[in-house]
């Protein structure tokens, strides 16, 4: 599917939403590879607490296995498990209305993997658009068998807990596409309506970039963490990409570093990226940094303070994810009942 096409079910969906979000039911998840940024910001974490708080059930998984898709080993997962509790928890996710859970502590949902694997194949999972560009950035010299399947991994991610809506970037919609074939391809085969076919909730900023003017990952050195100091963020944003050129446009195919950054001051601001490109006139890039980094500080200054809050209280911050695991194996269990049953492996 083309990101247009998604674009537009994303505004179908969001009818739907504002007439009845608790017949939503919604799962997405963040790897532990470093510190939540703006990109994921942006790009999915404020539409899990807007949905939250319209009543849809939102789940956030910490993909701690999927973090070896592109690395040797998980390195720094504690803190940066433990820092991504803290981001969410900040941001106004609340853990009685939202259940956040690790995959590590799932284990029947990791077992959905198996007969996953079986319904797609292996051309399939070799022309994936956002798999291939992980392999070119990749710090491994081959490509691991994880790797190559973890979409089918998110599938069951996706499907242990019946979800039907992910609020997802760009790069995770040829993942989606895999997780509705599996859907639909299970309940086919198996003569039976196990699994919904889920839909992707694009957000306004489905790819944000970094500061190297290439899509902001943690992988890659070039985000703006929520966690950065007033001053960290300053620094990191003065050693933004831009060009050479001294008026400011919005023009995001022709200046994609220059659009990005005003696109995020936009975005902290609540206003049309053209008229805070308009506002700057031929300030150059000097201005637009600065309105940028004020833009994102006042953003980020109460998520920081309400995060200073909960750093002093880790106690409770890890018994959030230890309900939130317990719950998920519950979830999981019934699921994977239900799928041992339709496969006949029930002895
Ligand atoms: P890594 O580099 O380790 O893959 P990442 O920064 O890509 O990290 P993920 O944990 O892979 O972050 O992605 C979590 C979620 O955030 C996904 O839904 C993804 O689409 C979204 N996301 C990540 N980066 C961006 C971005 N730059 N703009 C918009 N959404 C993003
Ligand atoms: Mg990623």
Do not use: W
Not at 58 to 71: H, K, S
Not at 251 to 279: F, T, W, Y
């Amino acid at each position: 599917m083309t990101v247009t096409i998604e674009h537009r079910r994303s505004a179908e969906l969001e009818e739907l939403i504002d007439q009845d979000a608790a017949a939503f039911r919604i799962l997405t998840g963040d790897r532990p590879t470093g510190q939540l940024h703006l990109g994921h910001y942006f790009g999915t974490l404020r539409n899990r607490v807007r949905l939250q708080d319209l009543g849809a059930e939102v789940f956030v998984l910490i993909a701690d296995f999927q973090v070896l898709t592109d690395r040797d080993t998980a390195e720094r997962l504690e803190e940066y498990v433990t820092g991504m509790l803290l981001d969410y928890l900040a941001i106004g996710l609340d853990p009685a209305r939202t259940m956040i859970f690790a995959h590590s502590a799932v284990p029947a949902l990791n077992q959905l993997l198996l007969p996953f694997l079986s319904l797609v194949s292996v051309p399939e999972l070799n022309r994936n658009p956002t798999v291939k560009d992980e392999i070119a950035h990749s710090r491994q010299a081959s490509v691991s068998g994880l790797m190559l399947t973890y979409p089918v991994h998110q599938a069951a991610d996706i499907l242990f807990c019946k979800a039907n809506l992910v609020p997802v970037g760009q790069d995770q919609l040829p993942h989606l596409e895999i997780a509705r074939l599996i859907a639909r391809r299970f309940n086919e085969r198996y003569g039976r309506p196990v699994f919904p076919v889920p839909d992707a909730l694009l957000s306004a900023a489905p790819l944000l970039l970094g500061t190297d003017g290439t899509k902001m990952s943690k992988s890659r050195g070039n985000t703006i963490p929520l966690s950065a100091t007033a001053d960290e963020t300053a620094r990191l944003i003065r050693g933004a990409k831009t060009d050479s050129e001294r008026s400011i446009s919005y023009d995001p195919e022709r200046r994609p570093a220059v659009s990005s950054l005003v696109l995020l001051a936009a975005l902290c601001l609540g206003r049309d990226p053209r008229d805070v490109a308009d506002g700057l006139g031929d300030g150059g890039a000097a201005a637009l940094k600065s309105v940028v980094t004020t833009a994102v500080n006042d953003l980020l200054a109460p998520v920081r303070a309400r995060r200073a809050e909960y750093a002093r209280d880790l106690g409770y911050v890890r018994q959030v994810l230890r309900d939130g695991n317990e719950r998920a194996n519950e979830i999981a269990a019934a699921t994977l009942a239900e799928v041992q049953s339709a496969l006949g492996m029930r002895y």
